[in-house]
């Protein structure tokens, strides 16, 4: 997933449509639900394990659904929530899997 490397240099450019704003944190124009910074912390409070980025995906969409969150997120939005997730070095790809990384780990190779 190579749009997850280089990721921090896209972030400052990441903006809504409708808004014109900043989606990274919540915003007037942006719902909590939907904002980058949000979907991501849902996306790490899944990864207990490694998992493909698909498993990742489908959890996500169960676990928002079941948890009240009913706000659209489409797919594209879903990654760029695993670029910012990457950019703050919280998340890594290794061997197709989404692994969390330890604070204290340094960066995986590829």
């Given at each position: 997933?190579?749009?997850?490397?280089?990721?921090?240099?896209?972030?400052?450019?990441?903006?809504?449509?409708?808004?014109?704003?900043?989606?990274?944190?919540?915003?007037?124009?942006?719902?909590?639900?939907?904002?980058?910074?949000?979907?991501?912390?849902?996306?790490?409070?899944?990864?207990e394990q490694p998992m493909t980025i698909s498993q990742t995906w489908t959890r996500l969409r169960e676990w928002r659904a079941s948890n009240g969150h009913h706000a659209p997120v489409p797919f594209w939005?879903?990654?760029?929530?695993?670029?910012?997730?990457?950019?703050?070095?919280?998340?890594?790809?290794?061997?197709?899997?989404?692994?969390?990384?330890?604070?204290?780990?340094?960066?995986?190779?590829?």
């Amino acid at each position: 997933m190579r749009h997850l490397r280089g990721a921090a240099d896209e972030l400052a450019d990441v903006r809504d449509t409708r808004s014109g704003g900043a989606v990274i944190a919540p915003t007037k124009g942006i719902a909590p639900q939907r904002s980058l910074l949000v979907i991501g912390a849902q996306i790490l409070r899944l990864l207990e394990q490694p998992m493909t980025i698909s498993q990742t995906w489908t959890r996500l969409r169960e676990w928002r659904a079941s948890n009240g969150h009913h706000a659209p997120v489409p797919f594209w939005w879903f990654v760029l929530s695993l670029d910012v997730l990457y950019a703050l070095g919280v998340v890594e790809l290794q061997r197709e899997l989404l692994t969390r990384r330890r604070p204290d780990a340094a960066p995986a190779e590829s």
